[in-house]
Nanobody, 122 residues
Framework: VQLQASGGGLVQAGGSLRLSCAAS????????MGWFRQAPGKQRELVAS???????NFADSVKGRFTLSRDDAKNTAYLQMNSLKSGDSATYFC?????????????????WGPGTQVTVSS
């Protein structure tokens, strides 16, 4: 599976962005998709994941502000980010796995896309 993330940019605190992750070359509907982020000097961390059945899981820091959905007909997943904070600034990566469970670890995903930068100004 090849992945391409888009939708990053510069936004003021309290604003919104929607990230997209388009997949090709695989069976997207069979994959767990995860969004991770990495800020300078920090480890890459899971933001959210979604299973083939649509079950989602979110980091505590984004619960109630971010939503994750998938459109299997378009081979695309969408991360809607609302009420953005400066602490959300990072490079965001999407990743997929054919494993049965949604891992919180980067080692649980086999395919990664290039990141997209999100910068939240305060």
């Amino acid at each position: 599976v090849q992945l391409q993330a888009s939708g990053g940019g510069l936004v003021q605190a309290g604003g919104s962005l929607r990230l997209s992750c388009a997949a090709s070359g695989g069976i997207f509907r069979a994959t767990v998709m995860g969004w991770f982020r990495q800020a300078p000097g920090k480890q890459r961390e899971l933001v959210a994941s979604i299973t083939p059945g649509g079950s989602t899981n979110f980091a505590d820091s984004v619960k109630g502000r971010f939503t994750l959905s998938r459109d299997d007909a378009k081979n695309t997943a969408y991360l809607q980010m609302n009420s953005l904070k400066s602490g959300d600034s990072a490079t965001y990566f999407c990743a997929t796995t054919y494993r049965n469970s949604a891992s919180r670890s980067t080692s649980g995903y086999e395919a990664w896309g290039p990141g997209t930068q999100v910068t939240v100004s305060s």
